[in-house]
């Protein structure tokens, strides 16, 4: 294991209030948020695990790690946040060697956890509509070194799916119940289809026309974080909290019902 | 893909209320909970994704995914929900590759879900101090045919961690406290702690312990999942609830606070 | 302040168990449930605050308040608990004095509730449509010592109100929307209209047809309440928990919008 | 009922923001917060529940409820919200006539729940150790027309109750324990006894030594709200959510345990 940051590394630096800022060590002079102006080689040879000085401000240096690829990851949209990411790479079953689709990419930070779970063998394809929105992501996943896992597509996934036997099909989409009979001719035997909802009316027509296909296991989940604040004078649950990211839905493709 | 059961392959058959047994078809004659005896090789031929009608019942037959690994687990005590192992994956940034310890092993859920998240490349190490819970542990981990990955120790990992260089540590013991200083010691720059904890008070003594060591970002969370209910009446959430697992504790190894 | 049973006196038994029987000690030599054949009047005399011994067990004895009433009642459907309870009073600010219409009855749990919190001035008035639940209702009210306070009337309230100047008007019914035009008119200006219904798809026909009217602070509440376990091993969240009750959706009469 | 604002009523005025300001038209011209210098006396002969322009803004104009009150009042401290208060009223067993007794006072916003709903008959007795406290709730009490129910004293309640044979003893101070044996002493038989603290080490404090005197019931519980938002797009839960507020512990007296 590398203990200095050595030429090509890509590096995360940690700043005192936890803000992680993702920095190719290969690129050139350039401004970053929350830096200022810096040549990245300037960064070579410190020690990783330990505070750096950069300015005025102090960093932790470390190697990325999937976590640190999705909280420096730059935001266009509402993301899927990492904890709905954790749930939708449970329950859909995503392993190492996976193939699976993706729509729409967003930002980019469903597909970084997507794909760093199905490397080193699996891929992702990522459907979107909005070619911006495809550069904002493999921005993102070039920061992230994960664009070799991953095949984009300017397609609208209600028009029809050209990939079939996929492991999943994950939709982030305003209409995904379009999406559902493509999704199951596209899907494996024992595929997993996922669909993220902010609103219950979209939830419910997801599930009345996933109930009309040869899907099983179908189930529709809410999670809920609460982060405990444990201080000198005690514990209590924190005062901040967001209360509402989206619905999962889940169902599994058989042939008969 | 393969589209039947074939020689040596290992099947999951999921009844009508969802239940799922994980049969290989290269075992013996045998009673099977929730089937009867049967000999595993009459399931060879069957059509994958179609349902088989077996005495009584019908069933799905399908390969088995990690979820299913995860719900056909045979139980011997309180086990860590997917919906918390799925945190831990994410929280500790899990990848293929890496090499990751837990204790204890439990009845192996954890292990299970660790082992297919690290696959192929990755490794898991799992410590107990009970031989009967390694014992349990590895028929859940045979059935779910991810042995390979997974050395396990009797060993208290509050004494130490022979291991070192790990990407991530997972403690789902009594008192996690007492190991914190010696995963400081096995994890890599960057690794992960995690601990896993029904009780405030050991959050807190565990939170204590870690301040006193070079860990950042430490982080306590609990994860509370909500299904929601779709009839043809309308959708709103479950009755049934549970209303607590345990607390995640979070923190990250560096080597200058 | 009463220190012994005395004629007349309604008290409360409560179990180890914390399980309570309401008795009228002016009754006759009845099978009480929980107790078995007793005659109310040799328990005239017994100190309250104590512990009494009937048959093999052993109960508290103490004058019943509006908690022991509410978990006194005979339940034959499906109650608003007093969480639910609780936050109608607050949110329609119920008051000594004031003049309530609720529909339906139910078993009277919101009955009791509301009586309580009006007495003595004021007054509830209670629709429902099945005679049986009125009449049942009426039996945990006359136990509750609160029928003074209490009009039943055998009427659907979605056909009409014929009070008018109302506090406040409270639907348990499942189509509160075909009354909400009724409700405004029996509200008196800056009276509270609330419904309870579990189902979103409720709640949204509700609020249409609200916003269709002169109400203001239309607002959708759900509560969650968890118990805490407090034991000598630590604390933690009970694992029991009920996962859903219903939607509150309040508002509140103006003249114009 | 009043149709038109008259000499000495105390009125709302509700921006469309459903900001409340609660203004006496019995006062001199002032300058209020929300509106600008006004004087009372210029709202008189406006009809309630209509809109009202002052100013460049204009107002619903209505008597003002229990809930106005509530959310009228001055903050000066952090205050026992409306959610909770409606617990304690619920799980205290709160009722027309009733003595009883909170510490400390704080903004005066628990006094206003417990006041509104004791009257007319019952009695609030409210202790702070902080005569600016005092002084500031007394504000607020007397906009909500509410002194004569509430008598205050500057006393430290873990030093001792005056009073005895009370209702509810209510204990919003930073170490409730110190007064449980207190409020025991000061209790009816049967009477309740309730603290609220953010901290599990305050909730752990509390119910040990509660348990160390003759209280039975004993339940600590935490309410969490979510509002439901229902748009002509669809329903969800807020975005928007307080993660906590504080935990609730209720005991109830009894002579022998």
Redesign the interface.
Known sequence: ?K?RVEEHDIIVL?DEN?RKIIVDTNGKTDKIRGIGVIDPKTLLGN?????LQIGNKQF?L??P????KLQGIYRQAQIIL??D???I???C?I???QTVLEAGIGSGSLTI?LA??V???GHVISYDIRQEFIDHAMKNLTQADLTRYVTTKIKDVTTGIDEN?LDAVILDIPNPWLAVSHAWVAL???G?LCTYS???????QT??TIQQH?F??C????????????ST????????????TG?LTFA??????
């Open positions: 294991m203990t940690i936890l020690e990783y695990g330990k505070k932790w470390l190697v790690s999937v976590q640190d990492p904890r990411a954790a749930h790479l449970m329950n079953a392993e190492p060697g956890a760093s779970a490397a080193p063998t036997g494996k035997i024992g997993y902010p609103l219950i009316s979209q939830v419910e599930v009345r040869p099983i296991e189930k529709t989940y809410e999670n809920i974080q609460r982060e405990m604040i444990v004078h005690g514990t209590r649950p924190s005062f901040e909290m967001l209360g509402h619905y599994r493709k058989v042939t008969t019902l």
